[in-house]
């Protein structure tokens, strides 16, 4: 997994809440078996005047002039900025993948669906929750300041406004510490393997019918 | 000794290591189908590794299949990509020693379907799936998480997963539910009260006498949609019920192992006195069949209701939330629910398509036809134990007869992603789980319902309150 410690990053702010994964990555796209190559049909159904379907050349498609993603002014954002329960709905990990693979680092909301969150974590982004009072004023800045950029420092756990207003996040020690070193989970988790085992054996003593 | 819930009792048998406060839990029993499981596979073949615990895994095609005729097999599967996908499993497990049931297997279904059926979830377990409704294994006093595919590789390589403690919160709901009253709608008007990001991150255990007198199938229908409240995982007590229902299914204890498992099930429930960090209480008599009326389930109301006029609305935030709803759904403040007509009807999903869930719609749909404006009426069932069952009721013909569609199992209109959707701005009443915007095709707009209104509703052309319908 790829590391990540810092960003400089522009935002674009999605003004919505309870964006679901079906918005963030349309289920006709979950029909790959790849891992990549989703950025393009990311909010597919909200970026696209026509409807869209697997194997078509998105860059021939009509482009809603009205989503917020296709103006002139958020190209090259990394910083995805949005409201409450951003991600709910179906546990798709193709959502974290595609927003990664358009361009977004750092998702920034008042709070998150759970699945969604975590999912994050796997694929290098950072999710980070603001209270709604903040996340409400950073829309207010985004709106009025064209290039718009966000200082995120992990190892800090802080968000950096142009005007220098200062505001920490939480996150998980053990989350914060994978992130920042583009640790493997499951490199990780191996290293117990002898307490695996060990758990193993004995719950298979004691509940054999699980191991039918 | 502490009281314990029994969130606390399945989470803390599981535990292998914990380091500040997160934990590595055993995986007992992992799910998987073919859309959330290729890049788990692709990932374990790319690293060199392999699966940790074969005989944990059941996997089965759902998302994908068509609904129609399936005498060609996969290769008769006509989206390229959709067959790709179901190859791509098939070839998978075979390659991993996996038991799968296939696409014409008769235990083929809907995962969620049928991991219960085979007594393949069963009380105590850890279950997991790459799906967020794994919530609905929580019925048999299961620990059930829907995961990502980062963490389905994960589980299959070292049958464990990853976890902190989610916070605990109770609903209890108490009494009698009132006739034409189900599962369904306790689910919807928990969600109406509690909101959607109201049970955020939070295991989920649902008591009271209401609860207690619900079927395993209709606790499968509430835990199921415990996702839909944000929640991590539902939960239900084991009793005589659970016990019941797991006896003599292929995966569940032998004969000489029954006692043993019995006598553990029957501690699997919250201890007296266990604190939960939230408790939620509804009245059973209170509650109507519910329906929908936006693009999120928390955006629901009893039948006898009207679609809420903005003033209604908490804050600024749910203010615009149901004016796009509104504008997407095709719908006016205050127009009353039974006015609503409709264009399709999608009795199935994990969430309703059980034979309890057939048998109710059957009984209301029997000797009647549906209405000249329903274009379409889909009858999923969840399984092919399910139809079969079906069949031998003869539910099939009464359903046929009406006018409904008799299908082949697999979770076909819920999320359509095989061929059975919604065309722009059809309406539709679905026992699914989900009416976010184009879940059901592109421009299609939801309505959930539970199976007994989603079959009144097909008879009636509109919404109709079962209990007088
Ligand atoms: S029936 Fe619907 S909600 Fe259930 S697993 Fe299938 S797609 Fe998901």
Redesign the pocket.
């Known amino acids: 997994m790829q590391a990540f410690k810092q960003l400089n990053g522009l935002v674009a702010p999605l003004d919505r809440a309870n964006v679901d994964t079906d918005a963030i990555i349309p289920?006709q796209f979950l029909k790959s078996i790849k891992r990549a190559g989703f950025g393009p049909n990311v909010f597919d159904e909200w970026r696209y005047l026509d409807h869209g379907e697997p194997g078509m050349d998105n860059s021939k498609r009509p482009l809603n002039p009205d989503f917020v993603l296709n103006q002139a002014r958020y190209q090259g954002a990394s910083v995805l900025l949005t409201r409450e329960n951003f991600g709910c709905g179906?546990s798709r990990e193709h959502a974290p993948w595609a927003l990664e693979d358009f361009g977004f680092k750092v998702v920034i909301a008042s709070s998150f669906a759970d699945i969604f969150f975590n999912n994050c974590f796997k694929n290098g982004m950072l999710p980070i929750v603001l209270s709604a009072e903040i996340v409400e004023s950073l829309f207010q800045e985004v709106e009025k300041e064209i290039g718009y950029q966000l200082c995120v420092n992990l190892a800090a756990q802080t968000v950096t406004t142009p005007s220098g207003s200062k505001y920490s996040f939480e996150v998980d020690s053990v989350r914060k510490h994978n992130l920042l070193n583009g640790l493997d989970d499951i490199g990780l988790t191996m290293q117990h393997q002898d307490k695996i085992n060990a758990f193993e054996l004995k719950h298979q003593q004691t509940q054999p019918w699980l191991f039918n | 000794m502490v009281a314990k819930t029994l969130y606390d009792k399945l989470f803390d048998s599981h535990v292998v290591h914990e380091e500040n406060g997160t934990a590595l839990i055993y995986i007992d029993r992992h799910l998987v189908?073919e859309?959330t499981s290729p890049q788990a596979f692709e990932g374990l073949r790319l690293a060199n590794r392999k699966v940790w615990r074969v005989n944990s895994i059941l996997a089965v095609p759902?998302?994908n299949v068509p609904t129609t005729n399936r005498s060609t097999g996969v290769a008769g599967i006509a989206d390229p990509i959709s067959r790709l996908q179901v190859q791509t499993l098939d070839e998978n497990c075979a390659e991993h020693g996996v038991t799968e049931f296939k696409m014409n297997d008769l235990r083929q279904g809907?995962?969620?379907?049928i991991g219960p059926e085979q007594g393949a979830t069963l009380p105590g377990m850890t279950v997991v799936c790459g799906?967020?409704?794994t919530s609905?294994h929580g019925a048999f006093g299961a620990l059930a998480h829907g995961i990502g595919t980062s963490e389905v590789e994960h589980v299959m390589a070292t049958q464990c997963l990853v976890q902190k403690k989610s916070k605990t919160l109770q609903v209890l709901v108490d009494g009698q539910l009132g006739n034409g009253v189900t599962a369904k709608d306790i689910a919807l008007a928990i969600i109406g009260k509690i909101g959607t990001a109201g049970g955020n991150g939070c295991a989920i255990e649902f008591a009271g006498s209401a609860i207690r007198a619900l079927s395993m199938e209709g606790r499968m229908t509430l835990c199921?949609m415990a996702i839909e409240a944000g929640a991590r995982a539902g939960i239900v007590a084991v009793d005589d019920t659970t016990i019941n229902y797991v006896k003599g299914r292929p995966f569940s204890p032998k004969t000489e192992q029954w006692d043993a498992a019995v006598a553990y099930w029957k501690t699997l429930h919250s201890d007296e006195g266990a604190k939960f960090d939230t408790v939620v209480t509804l009245n059973a008599e209170d509650i109507q069949p519910q329906v929908t009326w936006g693009t999120s389930p928390e955006m629901v109301v009893g039948v006898d209701g009207k679609v809420p006029s903005l003033d209604l609305a908490k804050n600024e935030v749910q203010r615009s939330d149901w004016e796009r709803a509104y504008a997407y759904m095709g719908l006016t403040p205050n127009t009353p629910i039974d006015e609503i007509n409709i264009d399709k009807v999608f009795i199935?999903?994990?969430?309703n398509?059980r034979i309890e869930d057939l048998r109710a719609a059957a009984a209301v749909a029997k000797g009647k036809y549906i209405a000249p404006n329903v274009k379409l009426a889909l009858v999923v069932p969840?399984s092919g134990l399910v139809k079969a069952q079906a069949e031998l009721e003869g539910l099939d013909k009464i359903f046929t007869d009406a006018g409904f569609e008799w299908r082949e199992p697999?979770?076909?209109m819920?999320?359509a992603?095989n061929a059975d959707r919604l065309e722009p701005g059809e309406r539709c009443a679905s026992t699914?789980?989900?009416n976010f915007e184009g879940r059901q095709g592109h421009g299609g707009r939801t309505h959930l319902v539970s199976p007994e209104m989603a079959a009144a509703a097909a008879v009636a052309g509109h919404f109709v309150d079962v209990r007088t319908f």
């Open positions: 289920k179906s | 189908h859309v759902d998302h809907i995962v969620h379907v799906d967020s409704h609905t199921n199935g999903s994990c969430t398509s969840g697999g979770c076909s819920c999320l992603m699914s789980n989900r």
